[in-house]
Each structure stands twice: as structure tokens, then as C-alpha cells.
């Protein structure tokens, strides 16, 4: 009896979270973050307008958001979105087949890794955004420069994580193929390639961002369509609110893009959390 | 106790002057094991026992043919072994379980690498599952299952391709102690059913005595079999056994033994 009434008493603080605390918890989980931006928003309105901040150099949100609504009203946003997403996809794509080609084919085979692995960690280095002019040289003033200017700076992330992924399998998974048996491409299929999904997840999403990025510094170095031209040409007209606009439409596409590569981790690579990446 | 006929008959496994000496990247060299010399009968259970860096698993990965010897020879059922064969399962301290496998995939990983016949192997899995409790379990993923249950497809997947003998390193030392004990009870019963050769490397004098028709006794630096000591217990056994003096008595004297090893050498051990 003495120690079932103890029971209740040590019990009662813990089971039952209070009410308010509750809702407290959740609006501090969910709410704040939105309320900030709000609250920053609202502040920036205020100031810009309270102020006379000239609207060449700072327009208010108001502004920003009646020209992000024309933009996409008349449709001259998403005509230049769509070519220029389809260039960073492509150079995503490129970027994604031949990192995790070469990085398996350096990974496995010593030859591979001596002779081309020490100049890949070399071009790394290499600021690839510098080779942009070179290549609108080389790949002419249409799309085919900006892909490859996308698929190179979005390379190297897969490479590299596909490397890591590949080398970081547990010696005793190796040791239970090698029991068996177990043929170099088979033990390479069953076990090494799945056992570095996470890793090579985790330099898709980087390469995901970085590919947007390659295809709008091909557009700023020369181009006459793609988001990348539509800020030129709205900086060279002082459209500073269509400037911004244009950066929330590529902020937006980010996020798509994090939250679309997070949802093929969590189903692909179900037994492996994603991390959030936040290198950039 | 295997019987004398079992003794006369060609050994599962035979080790004669086996020797293994690594060469570290400095230059340095370690002889992990020395002149080792061993026959194993076929159903026998054997355990090895010792400090770390005795050998012990420079041992079983030679048995395995996953580490080639320096000198000496080892056969596996009176051949010259060349390598890793499917005569052997392997059960690793680490379960060692593919993630992104359910359980009945993982225990039939042997048969797809072996190019086994999926659809009779496929019974014998669910089988070796409900042997070891997990039948209702074959669907979930490892991460699903606690770490008993992990070393408990490990052993079903050691054993799908019906291997002569099972190679077993330190399986159950990630284990809290009830744990331990109640695998190694299933153990025993697996054992008892299939009447496969076990070599089990474990640091637990208990357990190796418990476990064991003859345990082997190793010291450290060079790695070297010290003593071979007959298990003289009745079969079947319980953990109650533990308790009994002729039980104690075998602690004793591999304790001793373990005690003398480590005694003699103490330059050695310090170094």
C-alpha cells in the first residue's frame, strides 16, 4: 500500500505534461520560425517606406511581391525557369552518372586511383566557376555550355562522397563475401554500392543545389534566356524588385529540390536517416 | 565426447605447425601466431580461449582461409585448403547483417552468392528462423531487432548452405550477460541438432568451458596453444552446471593456465 501511494506521487509530475506546456512546445517547434520571417518582413515593409529608403537600392516586400505576381502572370518567369532548370537537371544528371562511375572505377580499381585520383583532388581545388568563360569558349553561346558548366561544379560532391561511401564499407562485410566466395562485382553489387547510398545520397542533395548554381553562372557569363539572364537584365534596369523576385522563385526551387532528394533518401535508403547537409 | 571411430576418421579440420606472421607498415614484425597444431573431429565442439591479441583470431580467419598462413598446413576435411570454401559458415563478432536486407534476405545471402536453388534453400531459411525463435521476424530489417536477435540470424545465415562446420569469433561478447547465456544455450541445442563441427573463439573462460567437448587454451606474444583441455561434462547440459566443482575445476585451470602465460612473459607484457 505505502509503496503503491509513493508510486503515485513520484508518477504524477512526469505522465502528465500539462496542457499549455504542450501548445507551448508545439508553437515553439513549428510557429517561431515562420513568425520570424514574418515579423522581419513586416519590420523591413515599415522601414523602407518610414524611413525613404530609396526603393532602387531596398524595395519593400510589397513591391517584391507585385512583381513576383506579374513575373509569373505573364508567364516570362516560368518560360526562362524552365530552361534553366532544364539545364542544371542536366547537368545534375551528368554529374550524378559519371561521379558515381568514376568514383566506383577509382574506388576499385588502384590503376584508376593512381593515375586519375590525384588530379581530381588537383581540379578540385580549381575554383570551377573560373573555368565558366572557357567554356562558353568551348561549348558555344546555347544551352550546352551551361549544362557542362553545371555538370562540373556538381560533379565533384557525388565523386567524392561516392569515394568516401565505397571505402567506408566494414572490413567484415567484405570478410563474409570473401567466405563465400563471393565474385569482385557481385560483393560490389550486393553489398558495397548499397552500403554507400547514404554517403552518395548525401552528394546528390549538395550537387542538387551546386548544379542550379553552375547553370546560372553559365547564364550570367553569356546567355539570352534562363533565369540567370532574366537578373542580369533586370540589374542592368535597375528592376530591383524583379531581382528579388527572381530570388525567390530560385530559393523556392531550392527547397523543392531538398525535400524531393530527402523523400527518395528516407524510401531508397530506409535504414539510414538523412542528415541534413548544410555545406554549401 | 566424441568417440574414439570419430578420432580415427579423417579430421574436419587439421592444422600442422601453422604459423602467421604479420608485417606491420613500419616494417615491424608481429608473429600473431606460432607453430599452432590442431585436429578437429567432425561434430566436435571446440572453443578457443584467451586474451586479445593471442592469436585467437589470426586462428579462425586461417581456418576460414581468410588469411593465408606463413608456414605450416591446413587441411579442411583432409584437403589442402586453398581459400575460403562453402564448407565453412562464419558467424563475426559484429553480426555483420546487410541494413538494407529483411532477415529471411540476409539469411539467404549464402544462396544467392553461392548460386544455391533459391526455392529449396528458401525453406530451409524459415526453418533455421524458427530454430533460432525468429520465424514471425523474417520480413523486418535489422534495425528492427535487438542485438540478440542480430547474432541470431547471423548463426541461421552462417548455417543455410549447410556447411560442415561453423567458425564462430566471439559472437556473443557484444551481448549483455542474460543474453549471452540464453544464445549460448541455443547454441547448444543447434548444435546437438545438426551436429556441425563449431570452433568458437570467445574470452569468456565460462563460456568456453561451458560450450565445449575440448577448449584451447592461448597465450599471447607469440600467439601460441598452451594447452588443450578435455571438457569432461555430461551432456546435455543447463546453466545450472556452471555451479557444479567439476565445472569450477576447469575455470581453475584454464584461469591458471591463462595466468601463467601472462606470469611468464612479463617483459613481454608490458611491452
Known amino acids: 500500500m505505502s509503496t503503491q501511494a509513493q508510486n503515485a506521487i513520484v508518477a504524477a509530475p512526469v505522465g502528465a505534461t500539462p496542457l499549455w506546456r504542450r501548445v507551448k512546445r508545439a508553437l515553439m517547434d513549428r510557429a517561431v520560425s515562420p513568425l520570424f520571417a514574418v515579423l522581419l518582413l513586416v519590420y523591413w515593409e515599415f522601414h523602407v517606406r518610414y524611413f525613404g529608403v530609396d526603393a532602387l537600392l531596398l524595395p519593400p516586400p510589397s513591391h517584391i511581391a507585385i512583381a513576383f505576381w506579374n513575373g509569373m502572370a505573364s508567364g516570362l518567369f516560368l518560360q526562362h525557369f524552365a530552361i534553366t532548370i532544364y539545364r542544371a537537371l542536366s547537368g545534375f544528371a551528368m554529374a550524378s552518372l559519371l561521379g558515381i562511375a568514376l568514383g566506383a572505377a577509382i574506388s576499385h580499381f588502384r590503376f584508376v586511383e593512381k593515375t586519375v585520383y590525384p588530379w581530381i583532388v588537383a581540379l578540385q581545388t580549381v575554383p570551377k566557376i573560373a573555368i565558366a568563360p572557357l567554356i562558353l569558349v568551348w561549348c558555344g553561346y546555347g544551352s550546352l555550355s551551361k549544362v557542362v558548366t553545371a555538370a562540373l561544379v556538381a560533379l565533384f560532391p557525388v565523386l567524392v562522397n561516392t569515394i568516401i561511401g565505397l571505402k567506408s564499407c566494414e572490413q567484415s562485410k567484405l570478410d563474409l563475401m570473401r567466405s563465400l566466395r563471393a565474385s569482385r562485382w557481385l560483393t560490389f553489387r550486393l553489398v558495397e554500392l548499397p552500403n554507400a547510398l547514404p554517403f552518395i545520397f548525401a552528394g546528390l542533395s549538395v550537387a542538387a543545389v551546386f548544379s542550379i548554381l553552375g547553370a546560372l553562372v553559365g547564364e550570367f557569363v553569356g546567355s539570352k534566356d534562363g533565369i540567370g539572364f532574366l537578373i542580369l537584365d533586370a540589374n542592368y534596369q535597375l528592376n530591383i524588385p524583379r531581382v528579388f523576385a527572381l530570388l525567390i522563385l530560385l530559393g523556392l526551387y531550392g527547397i523543392i529540390c531538398h525535400l524531393l532528394l530527402q523523400f527518395a533518401h528516407k524510401k531508397l535508403v ?11 | ?23 606491420s607498415a613500419s616494417g615491424e614484425r608481429v608473429r600473431a601466431l606460432d607453430n599452432a597444431s590442431l585436429r578437429v573431429a567432425a561434430g566436435e565442439f571446440i572453443t578457443v580461449v584467451g586474451a586479445s591479441g593471442c592469436g585467437k583470431t589470426t586462428l579462425l580467419r586461417l581456418i576460414a582461409g581468410l588469411e593465408r598462413s606463413t608456414s605450416g598446413t591446413i587441411k579442411i576435411n583432409g584437403d589442402q585448403q586453398l581459400g575460403p570454401s562453402e564448407q565453412i559458415g562464419i558467424v563475426f563478432q559484429d553480426p555483420t547483417l546487410l541494413p538494407w536486407r529483411t532477415v529471411l534476405e540476409n539469411v539467404l545471402l549464402p544462396v544467392q552468392v553461392l548460386k544455391l536453388d533459391p526455392r529449396v534453400y528458401r525453406r530451409r531459411a524459415m526453418a533455421l528462423l524458427d530454430t533460432v525463435g525468429l520465424a514471425e521476424f523474417q520480413n523486418k530489417y535489422p534495425h528492427e531487432l535487438s542485438g540478440g536477435m542480430r547474432q541470431r540470424v547471423a548463426i541461421a545465415r552462417a548455417l543455410v548452405h549447410d556447411p560442415a562446420m561453423l567458425l564462430m569469433d566471439e559472437p556473443f561478447g557484444a551481448l549483455d550477460a542474460l543474453t549471452r547465456d540464453q544464445l549460448n544455450l541455443e547454441l547448444i541445442d543447434i ?3 545438426t551436429r556441425k563441427t563449431v570452433l568458437l573463439i570467445t574470452h569468456s573462460i565460462t563460456e568456453s568451458v561451458f560450450l565445449a567437448d575440448r577448449v584451447l587454451v592461448m597465450s599471447p606474444r607469440p600467439g601460441r596453444v598452451v ?5 569432461a561434462l555430461p551432456r546435455p547440459r543447463n546453466l545450472a552446471i556452471i555451479n557444479s566443482e567439476a565445472f569450477g575445476a ?11 602465460g601472462a606470469a611468464r612473459h612479463p617483459m613481454q607484457a608490458m611491452a
Open chain 2, 191 to 193: 548444435w546437438s541438432a
Open chain 2, 227 to 231: 594447452e588443450e583441455i578435455a571438457v
Open chain 2, 1 to 23: 565426447m566424441s568417440t574414439p571411430s570419430q578420432h580415427a576418421a579423417t579430421p574436419v579440420i587439421e592444422l600442422a605447425g601453422v604459423s602467421k606472421t604479420f608485417s
Open chain 1, 270 to 280: 530506409f535504414w539510414n536517416e538523412p542528415k541534413d547537409v548544410t555545406s554549401a
Open chain 2, 250 to 260: 576447469h575455470v581453475a585451470r584454464i584461469r591458471t593456465r591463462l595466468g601463467d
